[in-house]
């Protein structure tokens, strides 16, 4: 069983920060890839930002610059540290992990149940 719990999320005024964490636990051998996503009232979920294991970044254009993402291996634990927050960011934040076993096979897809995060004055 696979479980990712994330926190950090809550109400800011723009301008402002949030820093978002995903913390992945149960049988999980390395988790290739780490991502946060996102879903807006009534649009549809998009993706954020995601980090494999090897420390790739990939950004959503509507976030570089402001946002940063990062793991730590070790602890099975992301973050996404988001900075200069507009409204146009509130939504529901997904953690996502894709898993692989020892010998580099995928394994899964797991996603956390959400945190919300509202920007707003």
């Known amino acids: 069983q696979v479980k990712l719990v994330e926190s950090g999320g809550g109400l800011v005024q723009p301008g402002g920060s949030l820093r978002l964490s995903c913390a992945a636990s149960g049988s999980i051998f390395s988790i290739h890839a780490m991502g946060w996503y996102r879903q807006a009232p009534g649009k549809q979920r998009e993706l954020v930002a995601d980090i494999t294991s090897d420390d790739r970044t990939n950004y959503a254009d509507s976030v570089k610059g402001r946002f940063t993402i990062s793991r730590d291996n070790a602890k099975k634990t992301g973050f996404l540290q988001m900075n200069s927050l507009k409204p146009e960011d509130t939504g529901i934040y997904f953690c996502?992990?894709?898993?692989?076993?020892?010998?580099?096979?995928?394994?899964?897809?797991?996603w956390g149940q959400g945190t919300q995060v509202t920007v707003s004055s």
């Open positions: 996502h992990a894709r898993l692989q076993n020892a010998l580099g096979y995928y394994t899964g897809d797991y």
